[in-house]
């Protein structure tokens, strides 16, 4: 077989002759010589089976892509006549053999602005080689090879870098002056490796930086009143047992700190005191002792922060209220049981110091085992809009509830406290799936500004009438699935904003009129005890509904009427929907192509109306 390919054109365009590399690709396995004088920029040689690349004449390239093919030698020569190369991609070849030729090869292009040499088995030393005579290397890429330890000479002959990316090898040592010198590094990837400590970070220049899926257990910078440009960091996944100890001044904005193991330490006020004394011990000050960990975050500009996945047992109030521009903090699946008000105050006067989160938006605290939250708490989030609380424990108070447990009455018993939703005033999305509520009272959520809420799997939860009294002109979207709910536990208010209506898998057999109210476009009723709907609410409906999903009842194919009053309203699983005949149950669709052969006698309508079957969407 042929083993060696020369391929010389000079009337082809670049993509013609990848095209006829392809061609004869099971074979190509040594690319001895391209040479061409078309003007096309790029030329894509990925996929193939080249092992040896010997002479490219394309001046005019600027784009080659060698990706995904078995190359293992380049000779010194081969790259010589690529004047105008911007981007080389050799990922996932075989780049860590014959190091010495390759690296004379990848010296001679220093016009490389991208260069992707992920995926090669590459060693510190090989990396080292290939990324000499680069002064126009602006962006670089390693992920996947076998890295173990960043020294200051690696960029040395690359300062220009602006982006790297070194995910998914074996680093576990960064020594002082690998990357300081690189004074237009903006983003830095060290995701999956194995560094465990920052103890002096020290790159003002970097934007981002994610060390995500490492086994950081603490990340220190030594404070100065230097400006650091970091705007994101990513400290995911990793073995953190306290909060970063972040430069004094940043820029930074997102902080994801998410499975991490902050929070191991019951109380906040150790957790602060042992975080500022790790500090101290690290940068070996001793001076006084001044409390760096809030003093750093007080200045922090950061708007979103993931806690999620950590181990908090209490909620760190004092620290996060420190954050004035935080807008979504994300604190679920931690153990908290309650949140309290320990905060510390500066001075006896009895008073509790007033401390808020004035920019907070969004807070997740669901898959905790939330049982209570203080009111001083939920008066402090001043402009909280989404709320969730998936998967815990709380009980709800009725508007008087809420007045009387304000403190005293509440603290006895943790275990009959509920949770005072009419303080929020700003609220507008509340999810309570799953809590396990036993009530839920008149005027719970009077006072907010609820958009949507979420009630569902609370199956043993009683709704009084007057529940969403207060909200019932602000809820556009209700969720009320798998609450073991029949017809008699629904009593819905007239509801004139409502657009979606979610009451899947419950025992409910009709829809309440008063639904003639809301300009509904999808509503859920799947796994019922619906036998027919009402046709002339149905029709009253359709003239918004949009989507109507039914499967899962026992409809009656022979009351099907109300299916004929929906004709420009989506039936998504009407293929999964059966309906019964005196004799047996068969598929709607089987019924609706011809309903007279299965309800002749009962349904005299359907002569009047023999082609409604075909124009219901479905
Ligand atoms: C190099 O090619 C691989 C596909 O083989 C691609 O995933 C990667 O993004 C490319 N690198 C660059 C820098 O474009
Ligand atoms: C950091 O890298 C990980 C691993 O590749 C990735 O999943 C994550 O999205 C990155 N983080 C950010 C903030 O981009
Ligand atoms: C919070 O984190 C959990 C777990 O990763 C995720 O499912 C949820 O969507 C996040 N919440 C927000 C508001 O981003
Ligand atoms: C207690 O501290 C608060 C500030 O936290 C201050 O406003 C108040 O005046 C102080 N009270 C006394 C008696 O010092
Ligand atoms: C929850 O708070 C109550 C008082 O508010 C306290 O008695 C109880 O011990 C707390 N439980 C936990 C687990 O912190
Ligand atoms: C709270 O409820 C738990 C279990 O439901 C029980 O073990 C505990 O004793 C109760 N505590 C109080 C103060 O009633
Ligand atoms: C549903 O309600 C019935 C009584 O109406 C009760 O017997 C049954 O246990 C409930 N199911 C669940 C899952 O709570
Ligand atoms: C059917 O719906 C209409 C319109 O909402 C209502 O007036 C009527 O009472 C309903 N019929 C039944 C049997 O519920
Ligand atoms: C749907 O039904 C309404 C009356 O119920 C009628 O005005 C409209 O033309 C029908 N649309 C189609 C596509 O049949």
Redesign the pocket.
């Known amino acids: 077989a042929l083993t060696t390919v020369v391929i010389l054109y000079s009337s082809l365009t670049a993509a013609e002759a990848a095209a006829a590399a392809r061609m004869v690709k099971h074979m190509l396995s040594s690319l001895l010589l391209l040479w061409s004088l078309s003007h096309d920029p790029r030329l894509d040689l990925s996929n193939n089976f080249i092992r040896q690349l010997h002479t490219l004449v394309l001046p005019y390239l600027e784009q080659l892509d060698l990706s995904a093919n078995q190359l293992d030698l380049i000779s010194e020569g081969a790259f010589e006549n690529l004047a105008r190369l911007e981007e080389l991609n050799l990922s996932s070849n075989a780049m860590n053999n014959n190091v010495g030729s390759n690296s004379k090869a990848l010296r001679s292009i220093s016009t490389l602005k991208t260069l992707d040499i992920s995926m090669n088995r590459l060693s510190d030393d090989a990396v080292e080689l290939y990324l000499r005579n680069k002064p126009s290397l602006d962006q670089l890429k390693m992920s996947g090879n076998a890295l173990t330890r960043l020294s200051h000479s690696l960029f040395q002959e690359s300062k220009g870098l602006r982006s790297i990316t070194i995910e998914d090898n074996l680093v576990s040592v960064i020594e002082e002056g690998t990357f300081e010198p690189l004074s237009q590094l903006e983003m830095l990837n060290l995701a999956k490796n194995n560094l465990v400590h920052i103890c002096d970070f020290k790159l003002h220049q970097v934007k981002y930086l994610n060390l995500s899926r490492n086994s950081v257990e603490f990340f220190v910078t030594r404070e100065d009143d230097q400006m650091y440009n970091l705007e994101i960091l990513d400290l995911s996944f990793n073995k953190l047992l306290y909060f970063p100890i972040v430069p004094k001044m940043n820029n930074l904005r997102y902080l994801h700190l998410q499975n991490n193991m902050v929070g191991t330490l019951n109380s906040e006020a150790s957790m602060v005191s042992e975080t500022n004394y790790l500090y101290n011990r690290i940068i070996k000050e001793k001076t006084a002792r001044k409390n760096n960990l809030h003093s750093n975050w007080r200045l922090m500009p950061v708007i979103y922060i993931d806690l999620s996945y950590n181990h908090f047992q209490s909620f760190p109030v004092e620290t996060l209220s420190l954050l004035s521009s935080l807008e979504t903090l994300n604190f679920s699946y931690n153990c908290l049981q309650n949140i309290s008000w320990n905060i510390r105050n500066y001075n006896h006067t009895g008073d509790h110091r007033r401390l808020y989160f004035p920019s907070l938006k969004h807070l997740d605290l669901q898959s905790n085992r939330l049982v209570h939250v203080s009111p001083r708490f939920l008066s402090a989030l001043t402009q909280i809009e989404t709320l969730n609380l998936n998967d815990n424990s709380v009980q709800p108070c009725g508007s008087a509830d809420g007045l009387r447990s304000s403190q005293s009455t509440q603290r006895k018993n943790p275990n009959t406290s509920c949770v005072a939703f009419g303080k929020l005033k700003t609220l507008k999305h509340l999810s309570l799936k799953e809590n396990n509520i036993k009530m839920l009272h008149p005027n719970t959520f009077e006072t907010t500004s609820l958009v949507s809420l979420n009630l569902a799997r609370n199956a043993h939860m009683v709704i009084h009438v007057g529940a969403l009294e207060g909200v019932q002109t602000t809820l556009q979207s209700l969720i009320i699935s798998e609450m073991n709910m029949t017809s008699s536990d629904l009593a819905l208010p007239c509801m004139p904003a409502l657009t979606q209506l979610k009451m899947s898998y419950n025992h409910i057999d009709?829809i309440p009129?008063s639904l003639?109210c809301s300009p509904l476009r999808e509503i859920d009723i799947r796994n019922n005890a619906f036998t027919t709907l009402?046709h002339?609410?149905i029709k009253?409906l359709s003239a918004h509904l949009d989507l109507l999903y039914i499967s899962g009842n026992r409809f009656n194919c022979c009351n099907s009427k109300w299916l004929t009053v929906l004709n420009e309203t989506e039936l998504p699983d009407i293929g999964d929907t059966e309906c019964v005949t005196r004799v047996r149950n068969i598929a709607m669709t089987e019924y609706l192509k011809n309903p007279l052969l299965y309800c002749s006698f009962e349904s005299l309508f359907l002569v009047e109306q023999p082609e409604f079957h075909q124009v219901i969407k479905y």
């Open positions: 009709f009129s003639s009402n002339s609410l009253v």
